[in-house]
């Protein structure tokens, strides 16, 4: 019976051994993005983001290794080419362990924005970003 001990301690550890994590963010589809230590998944609210009208991005992150998550988290978001952000700096609250909202970004002229996500943990900053363009 020792075996079926040790085979269930397997199953239950597989995810943080083999590093995957999936966050979770209910309701309708999302994009994922993912960095060595962390995986995030975010949509916008409204889904179909407009030039010159603020929107909400809601965000889950989970640890790949299974162990602590992110100290400090920032979004933002800027436009390559043209070398500046926006205008605004969203508010960052907590809704749930995990599962968190953006409130207040705005982009404010058409072009490709890059979203960039900046977890910060044990004094070193993941970023992960994800280019979408406004016409």
């Known amino acids: ?12 550890c597989a995810p943080a051994i083999a590093g995957a994590c999936t966050p979770d963010l209910p309701g309708g589809s999302v994009e ?5 230590r962390f995986a995030v998944a975010f949509r916008t609210r409204p889904e179909r983001v407009a030039v010159g009208r603020h929107f909400d991005v809601e965000f889950a992150i989970c640890a790949r290794d299974g162990r602590g998550m992110p100290e400090g988290i920032r979004l933002d978001a800027q436009m390559p080419e043209h070398r500046h952000g926006m ?12 599962r968190y909202r953006a409130e207040g970004l705005m ?3 058409p072009g490709r924005w890059e ?16 280019s979408v363009v406004l016409e």
């Open 32 to 36: 994922r993005l993912e960095s060595a």
């Open 115 to 130: 979203y960039l996500f900046e977890l910060r943990s044990a004094g070193v900053t993941d970023r992960l970003a994800r």
């Open 107 to 109: 982009f404010h002229m």
């Open 1 to 12: 019976m020792a075996w079926r001990r040790i085979a269930a301690a397997l199953v239950a």
């Open 87 to 98: 205008n605004y700096r969203p508010a960052i609250r907590a809704e749930a362990p995990g």
